[in-house]
Nanobody, 121 residues
Framework: QVQLVESGGGLVQAGGSLRLSCTASGGIFSINIMGWYRQAPGKQRELVATITADTITTYKDSVKGRFSISRDIPKNTVYLQMNNLKPPDTAVYYC???????????????WGQGTQVTVSS
């Protein structure tokens, strides 16, 4: 069973930085996309950033220039460097991957358990 384990959340003051990490494990044959979504209280989950196997990146407009996503393909790990954090960035951040397990022929979506990021003003 594919599992995603996240780390790196926490409490930071506005203008500060955090780095999130997420490692996928559990009999993975191939990974297509890895990325991060977030969900603030009372709001829908939204895309923050994704990166493909070809390292093509996508960012939510409000984080462009502040957040940077990267990927260590051999380690099945994705990182999100978050700089100049703002109070509206406060949310639970979820790691996401579209992966093919070694016991299946198709790709499926998998999610981490979430890590809290809180930005104080």
């Amino acid at each position: 069973q594919v599992q995603l384990v996240e780390s790196g959340g926490g409490l930071v003051q506005a203008g500060g930085s955090l780095r999130l990490s997420c490692t996928a494990s559990g009999g993975i044959f191939s990974i297509n996309i890895m990325g991060w979504y977030r969900q603030a209280p009372g709001k829908q989950r939204e895309l923050v950033a994704t990166i493909t196997a070809d390292t093509i990146t996508t960012y939510k407009d409000s984080v462009k220039g502040r957040f940077s996503i990267s990927r260590d393909i051999p380690k099945n790990t994705v990182y999100l460097q978050m700089n100049n954090l703002k109070p509206p960035d406060t949310a639970v951040y979820y790691c996401y991957t579209r992966a093919r397990p070694d016991y299946r022929r198709d790709f499926s979506d998998y999610w981490g358990q979430g890590t809290q990021v809180t930005v104080s003003s």
